[in-house]
């Protein structure tokens, strides 16, 4: 009797099981919002337009945008280009905006050269309206070079600026680091950190080491290799020295509904910020303050003074405000103990977001947000340049 009842319980529960797979593979899964693991080469139909246009392009169709692949960086900027919508220029050199530059600095002119992310470059507003444009408004004795680039890694803006500062004849380095950089500067296949990308782009990375930061270079010379790789079905995750290779799905149900919702639910709580930032012993957050650290070097090799910019996303701003302080606090004490200036900018946009005010475009900063950085990162950037001297 007691065997039957038993029998019948687990009849039930399998059945129940069942029900509940069917459930969500033919409901949930469609409706889900965001792509599931186990992760592959491409994790949305953006990015299948993407590989598409790489390879209309290769095959002689005129280049879209301004992007272009980079063996070095894994992407940057293709010279004297503009944007299809005319709001986005990039110059001979290829840095954001119309405007050239002298290769010598100007008698009487302060020069600062900026690095760094989407937040940096500015995104989705047009060339008048970045901070560095607002910055030279405001103080016509200063040029504010803009050498960010969307999506970039901390470890990339430091890349570039390795590569470029020493021909920029700056006054000022300064680094602008989105907070969401803490993974980035961990990640070598833009979808495995970030499956809702637009682009399926390989980067370079920096392992942290007992000897320093040792650079892991992207693994392709060519756009047609990585193009070639991603439609060959090759497997990111097998990479050496991806953080974020793991799947989080269960040995054995990557095939089931059930096991990728539980692998999602696990993959995207893994990456919250929060989370990151509050473990400084982990090894994005050892990574991120080693790469500041690389741009502090930097500056000193070239003799000019570092300041890092710290950008939030709008969410940020209510955090900033939490009685026990922003989630990013653990940063800004290492940089503090490491003397390195910096400028928190949810301090000011906190400001004006709490009187109404419209700081932000889509996920980036408005014109009138980027005005607020331009004042901002002007009264921080004149104190810190009077103290050098």
């Excluded at 994790?43 to 993407?50: A, K, P, S, V, Y």
């Excluded at 905006?97 to 047009?126: H, I, M, N, Q």
């Excluded at 790789?229 to 799947?247: K, L, T, V």
């Excluded at 096991?259 to 696990?266: E, M």
Aim: hydrophobic share 40%; glycine share 10%; net charge neutral.
């Amino acid at each position: 009797m007691i065997r039957r009842k038993l029998l019948l319980v687990a009849a039930l529960f399998l059945a129940g099981l069942v029900l509940l797979e069917g459930f969500a593979r033919f409901y949930v899964l469609p409706r889900y919002w965001r792509p599931l693991p186990p992760y592959g080469a491409v994790t949305n139909e953006r990015q299948r337009d993407w590989v598409e246009r790489q390879k209309a392009e290769l095959e002689g169709e005129a280049p879209r945008g301004v992007g272009r692949f980079d063996a070095r960086l894994g992407w940057a900027y293709r010279r004297s280009s503009r944007s299809p919508d005319g709001s986005t220029s990039i110059q001979s050199r290829g840095w954001r905006g119309p405007r050239e530059y002298a290769r010598s600095c100007p008698e009487g002119t302060l020069r600062v050269a900026t690095f760094g992310d989407s937040f940096t470059f500015c995104e989705e507003v047009s060339d008048g309206d970045t901070w560095q444009v607002q910055l030279e408004a405001l103080r016509p004795d200063w040029e504010v070079l803009n050498l960010g680039v969307g999506g970039y890694g901390t470890d990339q803006a430091l890349l570039r600026a390795r590569g470029e500062l020493a021909e920029l004849d700056a006054d000022v380095l300064v680094v602008g680091l989105l907070l969401e950089n803490i993974g980035r500067n961990v990640n070598r296949y833009r979808p495995l950190w970030y499956p809702n990308a637009d682009s399926a782009a390989a980067k370079p990375r920096f392992v942290l080491t007992e000897e320093g930061l040792v650079l892991v270079p992207q693994p392709f010379a060519t756009r047609a290799e990585l193009i070639e790789a991603i439609e060959g079905g090759f497997d990111p995750n097998a990479w050496e020295h991806e953080y974020w290779a793991r799947s989080w799905v269960p040995r054995g149900l990557g095939s089931l509904a059930l096991g990728r919702l539980w692998g999602a639910q696990r993959a995207y709580a893994a990456r919250e910020l929060p989370r990151l930032w509050s473990d400084p012993q982990g090894e994005p957050f050892r990574t991120t303050v080693a790469i500041l650290e690389a741009f502090a070097a930097l500056g000193v090799e070239n003799e000019v003074p570092t300041l890092v910019l710290l950008f939030p996303i709008a969410s940020d701003l209510s955090a900033g405000r939490k009685a026990d302080g922003p989630y990013w606090r653990t940063l800004t004490a290492a940089l503090g103990a490491a003397g390195q200036p910096y400028l928190d900018l949810a301090e000011p946009l906190a400001a004006l977001q709490s009187q109404g005010e419209a700081l932000y475009t889509g996920s980036h900063l408005s014109p009138r947000g980027n005005r607020i950085v331009a004042e901002a990162v002007g009264g921080k950037l004149a104190a810190l340049v009077q103290h050098e001297r």
